[in-house]
């Protein structure tokens, strides 16, 4: 019987870039990062062209793989802008929900949303340039009808604190609570098209300032 020359010898260690590297590559958790970045990398082309403007071919050029390649982490350019709004919108739902539980005066309710609406400026931008642009595009996609509820759920809170806030003698009795909360939420949202993180004003400067003209106006009383 013949024995192997390599018979009890150590394996010599895998060389890096061979197989054990090609391994780690296809770990959930490297997958995952992919998927992520694939996310940043469309969001930021999805706010700066807008979601219809923008290919499938755009993106994965942007993120230096072929299209086909896209296809193993999304199975649509649509699946990647929900992820983009159901993160924003599961965001701003909970810290919603949570300044309604807490309860608190009309007045400071208001305030509280006003806040959280403000906050998300910069770590939603493409959510929220979205929302802008291809609204009426987006809602009328089955997959998308998540969009109408929450929309209706906000708009249920607001008006629901103006009437109390009305009720109570804190807001005025002549104003229309949903015509207020559709105004109020417009000169927010479009903020995302001028404000700029690092600037003179940070989210929170930009909300005390909006409160302040908001609540006392741009005439001395």
Known sequence: MTTSTNSGRA?????????????AKGTPAL????RDHLVKLAAELFARKGFQATT????????????????HHFDSKESIVDEILSNFFTEL??????????????YEIIASLVRIAFNTLEPHRAAITVMQNDWNYLKGLERFEYLTKAEDEVEKMWITAIKEGQVTGTFREDIDPKLTYRM????????????RPGGRLNAKGLSDHYLKVMFDGIVVH
């Open 11 to 23: 394996k010599p260690p895998a060389k890096e870039g061979t197989t054990g590297r090609r391994r």
């Open 31 to 34: 997958a995952s990062e992919r």
């Open 56 to 71: 499938v071919r755009e993106i994965a050029d942007e993120a230096g793989i072929l299209s086909g390649s896209l296809y």
């Open 93 to 106: 739902m909970a810290q919603n929900r949570a300044v309604i539980d807490e309860g608190g005066t009309p």
């Open 184 to 195: 109020i939420r417009d000169t927010i949202w479009v903020a995302v098209r001028w404000f």
